[in-house]
């Protein structure tokens, strides 16, 4: 080949020769390298990453704790796979508890009890609570009265209260605590006088005479008033309404109660005043006769009566008794009337009068008298 061949060939040669390799600093990108198909994977020493949906899953067991509530993830799920229907995203349920919203598993969240009560879970009664942990119901507020056991939520059991327990340890003034129905404390008939409420054993407080007024107990009319010292009735403006016992009707009134080894009797014979008085009847040695009456007392007032004794002065006697104590007692063969006089209180009370004998001799008429019987204010039961 001649030497300008030579020289032609290489100037035509240069250029592709120098487009051919690049430099030592020259940097390739995916842009600079054509793709190519293959129908066969080539392996290479190069390392491959794969990126996709990642797979991630949650339990119950991941639980944190923020402000002193438990939050519990529940049944949260992704997955690279797409679903059935397409949707490749899961959804998480989130319980709390103590927020005061059921949710989740929870049986129960503070006061949020499902709308059971302690009556659904077959208690008596009381109030049902949750645990803290919110996965059961507390149940130390529920009872059942009449069990024999005083449950928490109880005050007593079977009527019965404790000794230690008063009107007065309750920080009332009188009366009596009850055990109710519902085994819990009744403090109805507890007072405190002055407080204007009449409860318990007060007859009134202040304005308040529970519904009362003379007529409704036992007068005839008048203006009831209140001892506000004592919060028991004033009378004194009341009328009328005492009960009077002259036994002129001849027999014996039917409120009166017949008792011992013989009846008394009302007849004509040595009546005290008027035509007719009641007297003990025929009985034996160491033997008893009696009548009595229950009258109750709307207020605190008297008994008066007129007596008269035909007896063996030192052992047979005329007693008076009331609500079964011996107030006086009389004897001898004077034949003297005399009337006598005795207060009592508000409320029931039973009267009775007794003629005893001893064992031996009789003397006199061997019998009582009693006549012109008055209660006041005290109405007959």
Not at 98 to 118: F, P, Y
Not at 316 to 344: C, E, K, P, T, Y
């Amino acid at each position: 080949m001649t030497s300008l061949a030579w020289r032609s060939l290489i100037s035509l040669s240069l250029p592709l020769a120098l487009g051919a390799c690049p430099g030592d600093d020259a940097v390739a990108t995916t842009e600079d390298v054509p793709s190519s198909t293959s129908a066969e994977p080539t392996t290479t020493g190069a390392m491959t990453t794969t990126s996709g949906p990642s797979d991630s899953s949650t339990t119950a067991a991941d639980s944190s704790s923020d402000g002193g509530m438990a939050t519990t993830e529940l049944g949260s799920s992704s997955s690279g796979g797409a679903s059935e229907s397409g949707d490749s995203t899961g959804s998480a349920v989130i319980q709390v508890c103590g927020n005061n919203v059921i949710e989740g598993t929870e049986v129960c969240d503070l006061a949020q009890v499902n709308g059971e009560t302690c009556q659904s879970l077959g208690y008596q009664g009381g109030q049902l609570g949750c645990l803290l942990t919110c996965d059961d119901y507390n149940l130390l507020g529920c009872f059942i009265c009449g069990n024999g056991v005083v449950d928490i939520a109880e005050d007593c059991e079977g009527g019965v209260v404790p000794e230690e327990i008063t009107c007065e340890s309750m920080g009332y003034q009188a009366g009596d605590v009850a055990c109710g129905a519902d085994c819990l404390f009744d403090t109805s008939e507890c007072s405190i006088c002055g407080d204007g409420v009449q409860q318990g054993p007060e007859n009134c407080d202040g304005i308040d005479f529970g519904g009362n007024t003379c007529a409704s107990i036992g007068f005839d009319a008048g203006n009831l008033a209140c001892n506000l010292a004592t919060c028991t009735y004033n009378v004194s403006g009341c009328s009328g309404g005492q009960y009077l016992q002259d036994f002129e009707a001849g027999v014996m009134p039917p409120e009166f109660t017949q008792g011992g080894n013989a009846n008394w009797v009302v007849d004509n014979g040595m009546p005290i005043a008027g035509t007719f008085s009641s007297h003990s009847g025929a009985i034996g040695h160491s033997q008893t006769s009696s009548m009595s009456l229950t009258a109750n007392f709307a207020a605190a007032g008297t008994v008066t009566f007129w007596h008269r004794e035909s007896s063996e002065a030192c052992c047979d006697f005329l007693r008076f008794f009331v609500d079964g104590v011996q107030i006086m007692q009389w004897s001898g063969l004077g034949g003297i009337s005399a009337q006598f006089n005795h207060n009592v209180g508000a409320g029931q009370h039973t009267l009775e009068w007794r003629y005893i004998k001893d064992g031996s001799i009789a003397s006199g008429s061997d019998r009582v008298w009693v006549d012109d019987i008055a209660l006041v204010p005290g109405v007959p039961i």
